[in-house]
């Protein structure tokens, strides 16, 4: 038996030696082993330990389970088929999102996932992802058209119909009976809510959406053309004429006159009711959006206010007799107002000391002159115990007597 052992060491042996003789190269030589070991399987142990099999057996060996990872353009591809999934079914419904309040948080909670994954696209921007960058723009633009109708929807929903005042009589000399006339108030501490809180709270999420998105104008501009309407059809009701065609600079002074204790009631709702209403309700809806505040408030409310104060101009610009120096001071006290009582006096009771003793002697020097009434009736339209009256009623931000 151990002779026979003996012999195939021998053999083996001999065997390695043709292969290295053989084989130019190591690779030559363990091709040589593989064919000897494919005839005898007593050669197969020496096809093991050559170095090509050890080669193979350090090659580690691919777990099946794992699956290769995504490459990262792959990745954004696979989110921004799912978000378009998402956000097409809500951009391309016939039915308000915001009629229910599970869809549009929803919406907006896919446009968040699209405003994110855009900001993460755009940190990797480069000529690969450029195709992605555009499908993304699309799909952001189309989102940013739906929100923006949302939001002309909330704002018609909730805001007061506005009438058109153009065709009507009042507005054309057709008669004074027809003009819109608001009720008076007794006081002026007043705000105005004109939307709801809740659809506020809509048109806020709608806004960051829209400015984050990068159409904060477009968001603005749509909620000024709305709130304008509002603003122009509350001072049409306030019962101001409209100016003459040739403006008011090019009106008489009893046509002006006219018009003054009608332009300060007016004055005193517009600047102490209705404008600090409307700023308060464009920081609400752009809340924490502090310069859209600022733009909404201006494009909504500052071509009214320069349209109504055209007026004071005018009456600033005519000749000023003493009569008009009185309806000038009516006009530019009309929206002063002194909350403490105790400066209110003071300041009354300096005017009078200043104003009163001065008219009065004016009184006496015009009634001792000759042709009296004749200076009374031009100069003097007011009485020492008019001027008084008036003085009395300043810094109230209250109804008067004219």
């Not at 990068?214 to 004429?241: H, K, M, Q, W």
């Amino acid at each position: 038996m151990e002779d026979v052992e003996d012999g195939e060491e021998k053999l083996i042996a001999a065997v390695r030696h043709i292969a290295k003789s053989l084989g130019r190269t190591q690779t030559m030589a363990d091709d040589i082993l593989q064919v000897f070991s494919s005839f005898d399987n007593r050669f197969f142990a020496l096809d093991k330990t050559s170095d090509r099999h050890q080669r193979r057996r350090d090659v580690p060996t691919a777990d099946p389970r794992q699956s290769p990872s995504p490459s990262p353009l792959a990745s954004f591809d696979r989110t921004l088929r799912a978000l378009e999934c998402q956000v097409v079914r809500f951009v391309d419904s016939n039915r308000l999102i915001w009629s229910d309040s599970a869809d549009a948080a929803a919406f907006l909670e896919a446009i968040d996932d699209l405003l994110d994954t855009a900001t993460d696209l755009n940190n990797q921007a480069s000529p690969a992802t450029k195709p992605l960058l555009d499908r993304m723009d699309h799909l952001l633009r189309r989102c940013v058209l739906r929100l923006d109708e949302e939001f002309r929807a909330v704002i018609e929903s909730t805001q007061p119909p506005v009438e058109d005042y153009d065709n009507d009589d009042a507005y054309h000399g057709g008669g004074e009976e027809h003009i819109p006339v608001a009720n008076p108030v007794d006081t002026y501490e007043i705000i105005i809510d004109a939307l709801p809180p809740g659809s506020v709270a809509d048109l806020n999420d709608i806004a960051h959406r829209m400015v984050a998105a990068g159409f904060g104008r477009e968001c603005v501009e749509t909620y000024a053309d709305f709130r304008r309407s509002f603003v122009e059809e509350s001072v049409a009701r306030l019962g101001l004429r409209p100016p003459p065609a040739d403006g008011f600079l090019a009106a008489a002074w009893d046509e002006i006159e006219e018009e003054i204790p009608r332009w300060i009631e007016a004055a005193r709702m517009v600047f102490l009711i209705l404008i600090p209403s409307e700023r308060r309700l464009c920081e609400r809806v752009f809340a924490s959006l502090p310069a859209y505040a600022d733009l909404a408030f201006s494009v909504t409310c500052v071509p009214v206010a320069s349209d109504f104060l055209s007026f004071g101009a005018a009456v600033a610009s005519v000749d000023q007799g003493p009569e008009r120096l009185f309806g000038l001071l009516d006009m530019t006290q009309g929206s002063w107002v002194a909350m403490d009582e105790q400066m209110r006096a003071e300041l009354r009771g300096g005017i009078a000391e200043a104003v009163l003793p001065a008219y009065r002697n004016l009184v006496a020097r015009l009634r001792q002159a000759g042709d009296a009434r004749w200076l009374l009736d031009r100069y003097l339209k007011y009485s020492v115990e008019d001027v008084e009256a008036r003085i009395n009623e300043l810094f109230e931000g209250g109804r008067r007597s004219q």
